[in-house]
């Protein structure tokens, strides 16, 4: 059991330019959490995948971003034409089973946007 | 919708003395509760959960019980160390896909 793994850890970027972040979950887990936090909040939900399927898709996840989980292995999250709001903490988290039980969590991509 | 509510923080506290984070929620159905926690640095990492009414969940010498009638789960210790301070976070799981959702966290700062 490796965790989960994201990359990279921090991201400085100019607003309009577009950023990727990538998760590896634990290898055996199908189900994959995409979340955001900003400075005082807890987590906020953005999207899951079980497996490859994207079941779900919060309504804060606006058309500039997308994720995808090809393969139903690692995922990654694209943010198109940043804005300064976008700046946050990007957390992903990974766990196994049907139905939610434990969630494992990366240590974060700190997205900052000038 | 689904949300939870955590007291304000930082909780500032000695060594060896007793903690409560007090946590509530509103939830349609019957959710399951959890608490995790992140260290300085860390990911968050489950603490302790509870599935249904009157549960206890337990680890690490910290404790909650599930109170459906007061919709609460208060995270309790009765003696903190200084490894203890960290942010706690309470969380709820309901409906179908259980996609959690989790409150702002409680910054605890114990000092020696």
């Known amino acids: 059991d490796t965790g989960v793994s994201q990359n990279p850890r921090h991201k400085i970027t100019k607003r309009g330019q577009n950023v990727t972040f990538r998760c590896d979950p634990i290898?055996?887990?199908?189900?994959l959490y995409w979340y955001r936090q900003t400075l005082g909040q807890g987590p906020e939900f953005l999207t899951y995948?079980?497996?490859?399927?994207?079941?779900?898709k919060s309504r804060l996840l606006s058309d500039r971003f997308s994720a995808e989980r090809p393969k139903g292995s690692f995922s990654t999250l694209e943010i198109q034409r940043t804005e300064q709001g976008d700046s946050a903490m990007y957390l992903c988290?990974?766990?196994?089973?049907?139905?939610?039980?434990?969630?494992?969590f990366g240590s974060g991509t700190q997205l900052s946007v000038l | 919708g689904d949300s939870v509510t955590q007291m304000e923080g930082p909780v500032t506290l000695s060594e060896e003395a007793f903690l409560t984070i007090n946590c509530t929620y509103t939830?349609?159905?019957?959710?399951?509760l959890f608490w995790y926690v992140q260290y300085p640095g860390e990911g968050l990492q489950l603490l302790l959960k509870?599935?249904?009414?009157?549960d206890k969940g337990s680890n690490k010498g910290f404790e909650a019980t599930y109170r459906k009638e007061t919709t609460s789960f208060h995270l309790e210790k009765g003696s903190v160390q200084v490894s203890d301070s960290a942010v706690y976070f309470c969380a709820l799981g309901s409906g179908g896909s259980y996609i959690p959702t989790f409150g702002r966290g409680t910054s605890l700062i114990v000092h020696p």
């Open positions: 939830a349609t159905g019957y959710p399951s």
């Open positions: 290898s055996e887990h199908n189900r």
């Open positions: 995948f079980q497996n490859e399927a994207q079941l779900e």
């Open positions: 509870a599935t249904k009414a009157d």
């Open positions: 988290a990974s766990s196994l089973g049907d139905r939610y039980e434990k969630l494992f």
